[in-house]
């Protein structure tokens, strides 16, 4: 009962903030992390903080530094959304020590199945001590099933009961409920796609260092990196070439781990496009 299902891990979001917040409510997060958080926040005339990263990482110490007596949410994307960093153990464990009980803290977990580092923290055990958090998963990432839109919260009875009288009474659709089912048990379709991630990380890093490009390592399922010329243009480029990444503003790109054969692709199409 302390599960939410939502029509995507979006839907989740979107409920606790209409659960949680009212007009001019304050919540936080990081600069350069998923847009969905601030999208959803002003649309409920809240007001978002949204600390720069350190490093392209989350910065927990600002970030608490930011919760005032308005703060009803925090936001964390573990592994971020669009730079593939991480919060480690550490990191959350101070952070969790300190933050006002009365602010409920989200860790996004979409990216969660593909993270290698063993400094990933387990937030569960948060949940488990009886702190305000949830916990999202997807089944949109690693499951490949981002059209059936389903994902779940994880969190304490209390806000899902909240959660559960905003919601609508049949959000999810049952054929997505039948696949999220059968996806949780099929352990080699996961297997799998970590492994080929993994390659696929390890191959483009090295081709990226070979032409001197700089990224983020990531523990995500794609690559943030910078190619010294104008993101936008390199992106347009691309496009005309026939791969498709992401310009996430200035220098900065993102782009998707794919197959072996979609990885020497962009990066034939990439070397090209830079003149590396
Ligand atoms: C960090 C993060 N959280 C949540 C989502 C939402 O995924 P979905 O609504 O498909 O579960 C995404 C999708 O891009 C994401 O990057």
């Given amino acids: 009962d302390a599960v939410i299902l939502g029509n995507g891990s979006n839907e989740i979001i979107e409920l606790l903030v209409r659960t949680f917040m009212s007009p001019g409510d304050h919540a936080v997060t990081s600069d350069n992390s998923f847009s969905v958080y601030h999208l959803i926040v002003r649309a409920a ?61 989200v860790f996004d977990e979409a990216y969660a199945e593909y993270v290698t580092s063993p400094e990933y923290p387990d937030d569960m055990s948060y949940l488990r001590a009886g702190h305000n958090v949830a916990i999202l998963r997807t089944f949109s990432k690693i499951y490949g099933l981002a059209g059936l839109r389903i994902g779940y919260g994880l969190t304490k009875i209390e806000i899902t009961n909240m959660v559960n009288r905003v919601r609508q009474p049949f959000n999810t659709n049952s054929l997505a409920q039948v696949a999220a089912l059968a996806a949780l048990d099929d352990t080699s379709h996961v297997e799998n796609s970590r ?16 032409i001197g490009i700089k990224y983020l390592p990531t523990e995500a399922n794609f690559i943030y990196f910078q190619t010294g010329k104008d993101g936008r243009e390199i992106f347009d480029a691309m496009l005309k070439e026939g791969v498709i990444i992401r310009h996430m503003g200035g220098q900065n790109l993102r782009v998707t781990i794919g197959l072996p054969e979609e990885n020497r692709r962009f990066i034939s199409a990439l070397r090209k496009v830079s003149g590396r």
Avoid at 48 to 62: A, C, E, N, R, S
Avoid at 75 to 93: C, M, Q, S
Avoid at 195 to 210: A, T
């Fill in 45 to 105: 005339n809240g007001n978002i903080t949204m600390v720069p990263m350190q490093d392209g990482h989350y910065d927990l110490k600002k970030i608490r530094e930011s919760i005032t007596s308005r703060t009803r949410m925090v936001f964390i994307a573990n592994p971020n959304n669009p730079t593939g960093t991480i919060v480690t153990t550490a990191d959350v464990r101070d952070f969790m020590n300190s933050v006002p009980e009365d602010v409920l803290v």
């Fill in 195 to 210: 492994r080929i991630n993994k390659e696929g990380k390890e191959f483009l890093y090295k081709e990226f260092d070979s």
